[in-house]
């Protein structure tokens, strides 16, 4: 932070009110162009994020390849988590470039990476193995220009909203990054039904649209911190991070005689190499001279305090939307007459509630939080969100569809109240030419959380699936007819087969048993097993289990982030009238036109 001798003024925060004062003279309406531009690349960001996640069976079958063969997987598991792994990998590196060269520049430039990487996915030329290498490939282009977007998009607000108001306006972006999310299993599912290139055509008159307006109508205001980029701590960043969340997402995939990868010898290299180098990566930072982060913004209460709060919540809200896919397309949906294949664009209706409640909270929490504080809001977000996780344990797997709705809206509505004081505390907290960095360690637990998610909450649910599954399906596929030796062999297979048929929209029983040819064997009730009630039945017992273990530990997250956010303190902008009649006291303020908009800034501040 840039200081004077005799104060803390943040001298990069008072030219950057000048600068936003000095656009708000010719451009009245900017803040709002600023917003609207923002929030619609956020939106597009994360729609992409998990509108691959329900059109994967109509993807698959487009490019002619069985994601549940065994030598597939791995395609499955990066067309998954490549977008995500990058993002999260590459946010800070662009927040850090962000603040070097301007916000405006990186974002934008965000804006023309997403664009032309999704005309590339729609023109997909090859077929299968091919075809999911380049698609993976273009998603992780994809994921370099969300990274771009996301590092500087908070940044870019903070720096173009006063502080009465940018707990609102963060607020609406963030409900943006989160329905996002949300809408992204909706709008999938009906593209996905109608053609699979659909859900890569459909960003790309928006993303053009974004592209040239943002050149157009964007503005740099921020405190730019100029330097040289840090290769060494970026690179071990990059190195230690994708390593460390890769090896989490393979540790779902079996190994040897265990259900899942832990035990895999690359998968325990990944962690504690990842782990390593990202310890390295702090030494590291603490030596240089222009490090790639500040880690002493840690120090800052409200700065890391919040972070861990936001990174609570991001893996807690992963898990929830991964556990209530395979709930509905696995359980609920086939029961209540649902063929599979159509389950995961009906899974994503039936979760509107969530999307609703989050819509609904996370403006008006933002805009209380800029009146009274964002400790009330953040903190009882996170515990109501809690207290919905443990709410789901209590309903029946074959619920009342009325309770289960008015669940999961609260949950949403918990989500809302936290998401915008907490991005507020983050932004806010930090000086104005920390901004774009902090905004892109922010955006990478966020992303980092969901991949982080992924394998915590799947690993979870495998093992609850272990110890009861093999029993009952043993006993359950032998009284259909099939002989001992395949109930035994299918029974003894790893849970996370059938969970990925399930949350791919296949029907598992078939794809279980279709290789060993019992179902056309004689005496073998075909109808029962492949029907829409033998395998929800089935496994109701045994996924109830897992889920006691998974809504527990994602409640005990939200509980701890409640305490953070909580400890965080009140309120955490600095006073933008003190600020600027500090600055004016101390000479930094020499344009009379500007002193004039000054003190109307300040009344409008102290309004």
């Known amino acids: 932070m840039s200081s004077s001798d005799n104060t803390d003024l943040d001298v990069g925060d008072v030219a950057t009110i000048r600068r936003r004062i000095r656009v708000d003279r010719d451009h009245p309406h900017y803040k709002w162009i600023a917003l609207t531009n923002t929030t619609l690349g956020i939106l597009l ?64 430039q965000g804006f023309t990476v ?24 273009w998603r992780v282009v994809q994921g370099v220009g969300g990274a771009m977007l996301m590092a500087n998009s908070s940044a870019i607000l903070t720096d173009a909203f006063p502080t009465n108001q940018r707990g609102m306006a963060l607020g609406i972006n963030q409900v943006a990054a989160v329905g996002g999310s949300f809408l992204g299993l909706i709008i999938g599912g009906v593209l996905a039904d109608w053609d699979w290139r659909a859900v890569f055509w459909v960003s790309v008159p928006v993303g053009l649209l974004g592209t040239v307006w943002g050149y157009k109508s964007l503005h740099e205001l921020g405190e730019r911190n100029p330097g040289k980029l840090d290769f060494a701590g970026t690179a071990l960043f990059a190195v230690g991070l994708t390593a460390l969340l890769a090896a989490i997402t393979y540790g779902i995939q079996p190994y040897g005689d265990s259900s ?43 700065f890391g305090l919040s972070n861990f709060a936001g990174l609570m919540a991001s893996v807690g809200r992963g898990g929830l939307q991964f556990m209530l896919i395979i709930w509905l397309q696995g359980i609920w ?14 899974a994503g209706i039936y979760l509107l509630p969530l999307t609703v409640g989050f819509l609904a909270a996370g403006p008006l929490s933002g805009w209380l939080s800029d009146r009274f504080g964002a400790r009330p809001f953040a903190t009882g977000g996170l515990i109501l969100v809690g207290v919905t996780f443990l709410l789901l344990l209590l309903i029946p797997v074959d619920f009342n569809y009325g309770l289960f709705a008015l669940i999961v809206f609260l949950n949403g509505v918990g989500s809302g ?30 992303n980092g959380g969901t991949a982080l998610s992924i394998g915590i909450f799947f690993s979870l649910m495998i093992v609850g699936l272990s110890n009861t599954l093999p029993g009952a399906m043993s006993s359950g596929l032998q009284s259909q007819g099939v002989s001992a030796g395949v109930a035994h062999s299918v029974a003894g297979l790893p849970p996370v087969g059938s969970l990925f048929a399930a949350f791919l929209g296949f029907n598992p029983m078939q794809e279980l048993l279709a290789p060993s040819g019992e179902l056309t064997r004689a ?50 902008v600095h006073d933008e009238q003190v600020e600027l009649a500090e600055a004016s006291r101390e000479g930094l303020l020499s344009d009379s036109g500007i002193e004039e908009e000054v003190g109307k800034e300040a009344v409008r501040v102290r309004v």
């Open 417 to 446: 109240l936290f998401s915008s004081p907490n991005t507020a505390a983050i932004m806010s907290s930090v000086p104005a030419d920390q901004r774009g960095v902090a905004s892109g360690m922010r955006g990478t637990l966020f």
């Open 333 to 346: 949906l086939p029961l209540h007459g649902f063929s599979y294949e159509s389950t995961p664009l009906w």
């Open 45 to 108: 960001v994360t729609i992409n994020s998990s509108i691959v996640i329900i059109s994967l069976p109509a993807i698959f079958r487009g490019i002619h390849l069985d994601p549940l063969s065994p030598g597939n997987v791995s395609y499955l598991l990066w067309m998954l988590m490549g977008f995500l792994l990058t993002s999260a990998v590459l946010v800070v590196m662009f927040g850090r470039l962000g603040d070097m060269f301007g916000r405006v520049k990186v974002y934008n």
């Open 114 to 137: 997403f664009t032309v990487s999704a005309i590339a996915l729609s023109f997909d030329p090859f077929d299968g193995g091919g075809g999911a290498l380049w698609l993976i490939g």
């Open 523 to 572: 005496g073998v009730n075909h109808d029962v097993l492949t029907g829409q009630s033998f395998f929800p039945h089935l496994i109701s017992g045994p996924f109830h289990s897992g889920l006691i273990v998974v809504f527990v530990a994602a409640a005990v997250m939200m509980f701890l982030g409640a305490a953070a956010s909580w400890l965080a303190g009140g309120r955490y």
């Open 260 to 302: 899942t990868g832990w035990m895999n010898p690359w998968v325990l290299a990944g962690v504690i190499g990842g782990v390593a180098m990202l310890v390295v990566f702090c030494i590291v930072e603490t030596k240089v001279a222009e490090p790639m982060f500040h880690l002493g913004l840690f120090r800052i209460r409200a």
